[in-house]
């Protein structure tokens, strides 16, 4: 598996799994622990939650996915915005912990932006960093104006990233490689949605033989510095996605994908989910 560099330089893997809706009662929560096994030893060992997701439900199901082999995983948690003050951010930490059955977390987000200024969120972290409690923390939904006013220290900027939205090509990407701060791309396959059944994606997966889904994966994953998180909780989606990142997609290929799917050619609002 090919690996993002951190601006300290720890290597975290460019393709993982997402868990938004896990542990909400779609599929028996062992299945879905079990799928994210399944990708850890596909070596998708990069997992995100968050403790809003399934209001915690979603993290204990990483915990079980972890259980045994907790080294192996590079863990992503984020805090919500209502607990993001000096407070709220270590008591929501040692909650996510718990749930989450581990001592440390990889890496810890701010969700979104909300009222906390953001010197404040900024300190928490690094007092939770300090404590050993976190290895790193960034940010989530965060544009450039944002990430400016931070400052320094942010490991990482999670968005919405896939074809059918690629605003942040702009210059939040740009902006986010010049500062050596990795993207994180979520809803990759746009959520199973219309992107899809793209007829431009599908002309490329043809070519592969691959499907729409690792071609968008392939997609996101085709610049340095961006890490990718699909969610599966369908072993076979498992599967497929980490096939994708053996993907590599030609000129014709890309030219055929911005033909469908238009380039940025102006500045628009971040998009987020
Ligand atoms: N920071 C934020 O604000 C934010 C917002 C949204 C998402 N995220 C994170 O990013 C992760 C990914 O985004 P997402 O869950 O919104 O969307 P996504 O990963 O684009 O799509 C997930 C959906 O696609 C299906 N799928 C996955 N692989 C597939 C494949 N190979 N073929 C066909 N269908 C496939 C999944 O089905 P099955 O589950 O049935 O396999 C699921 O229904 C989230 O889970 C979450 O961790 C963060």
Known sequence: MNAVQLSDGTAAP??????????????????????????IDLG???IDTAEIYGDGASERVVADAMEGQRDRVFLVSKVAPQNATARGVPAACERSLERLRT????????????RTPLAETAEAFERLQEAGK??????SNFDVADLEEL????AANQVLYNPEARAIEFDLLPWCTAHRMPVMAYSPVGQAGS???SGA??????????????IAIAWTLRQPGVISIPKASDIAHVEENAAAAQLTLTKADLAGI??????????QSLEML
Do not use: N
């Open 103 to 114: 001592d440390r977390i990889d890496l810890y987000l701010l969700h979104w932006r909300g």
């Open 195 to 197: 992107l899809l059944q």
């Open 258 to 267: 911005d033909a469908a799917f238009r380039p940025p050619r102006r500045k």
């Open 134 to 139: 976190i290895r790193h923390w960034g940010v």
């Open 151 to 154: 400052g320094p220290g942010c």
């Open 201 to 214: 994606l599908g002309a490329v997966a043809a070519r592969h033989g691959a499907t729409a889904a690792q």
């Open 14 to 39: 460019a393709l993982g799994q997402g868990t938004w809706r896990m542990g909400e009662g779609g599929r028996p929560a062992r299945a879905e622990s079990d799928a994210l096994r399944r990708g």
């Open 44 to 46: 998708m060992t990069l």
